[in-house]
C-alpha cells in the first residue's frame, strides 16, 4: 500500500511538471492555431539558464525567473520572426518550427554540452515530510504540485477575467472583426507567445530541481505536451490539466507495473480518448 502511495504521488508530481508545460502549448497551439515544435526546446533553455543563473548566483528564485524570461524572449523571437509570416499554414509552421529546434538542440549541446545538471533547490524546499500511508516524502515534489495548481488558477482568471484573454479568445474567433473594433491585434499574440514560452523555461527550471536536466529532454516533453493538449482538449486550460494527471499516472504506473509496455500505455490513453471524443475530453467540435 505504501507503494501505491508513492507511485501515485509521484504521478501527481509528474503530471504537475506536464502541466505547467502543456499550458504554454495550449496557449500557442490550442488557442493560437500556431504549431511550434520547438515548444520543448524552450523548455531545456530555460532548464539550462535557470541552473547557470542559480549556479552563479546562488539564487534559485533568480534562476527561476532568468529561465523563464530566456526562453519567453526565445519564443517571442520565433513567433515574431518566423512563425508569424505563415499564420494559417500549419505544415509550413511545423517544417519551420522543427528546423529550429533542432539548431537549438544543436547550440544547447555546444554551450552547456551532453553533462546532466540538477539546479540545487532552496534549504526551505529541501527537505522530507511525514505523510499517511506513503511515509517520508519529499516537500520539494509537493511544491511543484502546488506550484502547478496556482499556475494553473492564474492562466484560468487570465483567459477568463482579464482584457488580455478576452481579446485572446476573440482574435481565434474570429481575427479581423478584432482588427476592425480597433483592438491592436499586433501586440496580444506575440504577449501571448512570450507567456508560452515562459512558462515552457518555468516548468524546465522546476525539472531540473526536482530531478536533473540533460539533452534529449525536451523531446521528450514535447511529445508527452502533445499527448496532454490533444488528449484534454486544444485550448483548453482544465482539458490540460486532467490530460496530465491522466498521462502522469499512466507513465509512473506503467513503469512500476507495465515497465515494458509503458510508453505504450501513454499513447494508448491518446488513441483511446480520441476514439471516443475526436475533439479531447474537454476540446469544442469545430
Not at 13 to 30: H, K
Not at 77 to 101: D, E, H, K, P
Not at 238 to 264: D, H, K, R
Given at each position: 500500500?505504501?507503494?501505491?502511495?508513492?507511485?501515485?504521488?509521484?504521478?501527481?508530481?509528474?503530471a504537475?511538471?506536464?502541466f505547467?508545460?502543456?499550458?504554454?502549448?495550449?496557449?500557442?497551439?490550442?488557442?493560437?492555431?500556431?504549431?511550434?515544435?520547438a515548444?520543448?526546446s524552450?523548455?531545456?533553455?530555460?532548464?539550462?539558464?535557470?541552473?547557470?543563473?542559480?549556479?552563479?548566483?546562488?539564487?534559485?528564485?533568480?534562476?527561476?525567473?532568468?529561465?523563464?524570461?530566456?526562453?519567453?524572449?526565445?519564443?517571442?523571437?520565433?513567433?515574431?520572426?518566423?512563425?508569424?509570416?505563415?499564420?494559417?499554414?500549419?505544415?509550413?509552421?511545423?517544417?519551420?518550427?522543427?528546423g529550429?529546434?533542432?539548431?537549438?538542440?544543436?547550440?544547447?549541446?555546444?554551450?552547456?554540452?551532453?553533462?546532466?545538471?540538477?539546479?540545487?533547490?532552496?534549504?526551505?524546499?529541501?527537505?522530507?515530510?511525514?505523510?499517511?500511508?506513503?511515509?517520508?516524502?519529499?516537500?520539494?515534489?509537493?511544491?511543484?504540485?502546488?506550484?502547478?495548481?496556482?499556475?494553473?488558477?492564474?492562466?484560468?482568471?487570465?483567459?477568463?477575467?482579464?482584457?488580455?484573454?478576452?481579446?485572446?479568445?476573440?482574435?481565434?474567433?474570429?481575427?479581423?472583426?478584432?482588427?476592425?473594433?480597433?483592438?491592436?491585434?499586433?501586440?496580444?499574440f506575440?504577449?501571448?507567445?512570450?507567456?508560452?514560452?515562459?512558462?515552457?523555461?518555468?516548468?524546465?527550471?522546476?525539472?531540473?530541481?526536482?530531478?536533473?536536466?540533460?539533452?534529449?529532454?525536451?523531446?521528450?516533453?514535447?511529445?508527452?505536451?502533445?499527448v496532454v493538449?490533444?488528449?484534454?482538449?486544444?485550448?483548453?486550460?482544465?482539458g490540460?490539466?486532467?490530460?496530465?494527471?491522466?498521462?502522469?499516472?499512466a507513465?509512473?504506473?506503467?513503469?512500476?507495473?507495465?515497465?515494458t509496455?509503458?510508453?505504450?500505455?501513454?499513447?494508448?490513453?491518446?488513441?483511446?480518448?480520441?476514439?471516443?471524443?475526436?475533439?479531447?475530453?474537454?476540446?469544442?467540435?469545430?
Amino acid at each position: 500500500m505504501q507503494q501505491v502511495a508513492i507511485v501515485l504521488l509521484n504521478a501527481l508530481t509528474l503530471a504537475a511538471l506536464y502541466f505547467v508545460v502543456a499550458s504554454g502549448l495550449t496557449l500557442i497551439f490550442g488557442l493560437m492555431r500556431i504549431v511550434n515544435m520547438a515548444h520543448g526546446s524552450l523548455f531545456l533553455l530555460g532548464g539550462y539558464v535557470g541552473f547557470s543563473i542559480s549556479d552563479s548566483s546562488g539564487s534559485w528564485v533568480l534562476g527561476l525567473l532568468g529561465g523563464a524570461i530566456a526562453a519567453g524572449a526565445v519564443g517571442l523571437a520565433l513567433y515574431q520572426l518566423l512563425l508569424a509570416r505563415f499564420q494559417n499554414q500549419m505544415l509550413r509552421q511545423t517544417l519551420v518550427s522543427i528546423g529550429c529546434a533542432i539548431v537549438m538542440a544543436d547550440l544547447m549541446l555546444a554551450f552547456w554540452g551532453a553533462e546532466t545538471y540538477q539546479i540545487e533547490p532552496p534549504a526551505l524546499l529541501d527537505r522530507v515530510v511525514r505523510l499517511p500511508v506513503a511515509g517520508g516524502y519529499s516537500t520539494l515534489r509537493l511544491y511543484v504540485l502546488a506550484f502547478a495548481v496556482i499556475v494553473g488558477g492564474l492562466l484560468w482568471l487570465l483567459l477568463n477575467r482579464t482584457r488580455l484573454g478576452m481579446m485572446i479568445r476573440a482574435g481565434v474567433d474570429d481575427l479581423q472583426t478584432l482588427r476592425a473594433l480597433g483592438v491592436r491585434v499586433r501586440l496580444v499574440f506575440p504577449v501571448t507567445a512570450f507567456l508560452a514560452g515562459a512558462l515552457a523555461g518555468l516548468a524546465g527550471v522546476v525539472f531540473g530541481t526536482a530531478l536533473s536536466i540533460s539533452p534529449g529532454e525536451g523531446m521528450h516533453f514535447l511529445l508527452t505536451s502533445l499527448v496532454v493538449v490533444i488528449a484534454g482538449g486544444m485550448g483548453s486550460i482544465p482539458g490540460a490539466a486532467l490530460g496530465a494527471i491522466l498521462v502522469g499516472l499512466a507513465e509512473q504506473f506503467g513503469v512500476f507495473y507495465l515497465p515494458t509496455y509503458s510508453v505504450m500505455l501513454t499513447f494508448g490513453l491518446m488513441a483511446a480518448v480520441l476514439a471516443f471524443r475526436p475533439e479531447g475530453l474537454f476540446g469544442v467540435k469545430a
